[in-house]
């Protein structure tokens, strides 16, 4: 999976990926993931949770930090 810090923050994805074998692509919209989290908020919570250990950037604690507070979310 490649891609959540745009879901998360809401933001441009500048993920790239190079498959060394098949793979199959799927993608979900900001959209669609707003709509699952919406109805799912502990997903919305888990991957949230995710991105801010898997990055340990200053800059990305800081947004997940601010958008953490908003309702929506």
Do not use: W
């Not at 933001?11 to 959209?31: F, G």
């Not at 930090?65 to 908003?70: A, L």
Request: hydrophobic share 40%.
């Amino acid at each position: 999976m490649f891609g959540e810090i745009s879901a998360v923050l809401n933001c441009r994805s500048s993920a790239s990926v190079i498959c060394k074998n098949y793979c199959t692509v799927a993608a979900l919209s900001i959209e669609d993931y707003q709509g699952v989290t919406q109805q799912f908020p502990r997903l919305g919570e888990k991957m949230a949770h995710r991105v801010a250990v898997n990055n340990r950037d200053p800059l990305t604690h800081f947004f997940i930090n601010k958008v953490s507070r908003v309702d929506y979310l």
